[in-house]
C-alpha cells in the first residue's frame, strides 16, 4: 500500500516508516500539518496516519480540509492525547480510527492493513 505519514517528531517517523516498510508498504513523509495537506491533495494514497499537534495546520484541520475537498481514503490519526474528548473530537473531524501514542508496530501495521484492505474493496 501506498501510505503518507504526516508527523513532526523525527523518532516516531523513523519508527512508524521502518514498521511499515517492513510490512511491504511504500512510505511518502511530510514533516507538518501543510505539506502533508498539499501532498495528499496532489497524490493519491492508500492510507493517510496524520499526527494530531503539528506544525502550521494540526492533524484535525487537515482531516477536516481533506474531507471537504471531498478525499474519502482512510485518515488515521495518531496523538498521544488519549482522554475521552480528545477522541472525540478527532472522531468528529472525520478519521477512520485514532490511535495513540505509543502504539505497538502490531497495532499499527493492522491498523494501515484493516483501513488499506477497506479502501481497496469499496
Known amino acids: ?19 511499515l516498510e517492513a510490512a511491504g508498504h511504500t ?42 475537498a471531498g478525499l ?6 495518531l496523538s498521544a492525547a488519549a482522554m475521552p474528548e480528545q477522541v472525540a473530537r478527532g472522531e468528529a473531524a472525520g478519521f477512520d480510527e485514532y490511535l495513540t501514542k505509543p502504539i505497538s508496530p502490531a497495532a499499527l501495521r493492522n491498523a494501515v492493513l484493516r483501513h488499506g484492505t477497506r479502501a481497496a474493496t469499496a
Do not use: S, W, Y
Request: hydrophobic share 50%.
Open 1 to 19: 500500500m501506498h501510505v503518507l505519514i504526516v508527523d513532526d517528531n523525527k523518532m516516531n517517523v523513523e519508527f512508524f516508516q521502518d514498521t
Open 72 to 77: 474519502t481514503m482512510p485518515l488515521l490519526a
Open 27 to 68: 512510505i511518502v513523509i511530510e514533516r507538518d500539518g501543510r505539506a502533508g495537506r498539499d501532498r495528499a491533495l496532489a497524490e493519491a494514497f492508500d492510507v493517510i496516519l496524520l499526527d494530531i499537534q503539528m506544525p502550521e495546520i494540526d492533524g484535525a484541520a487537515v482531516c477536516r480540509e481533506l474531507r471537504l
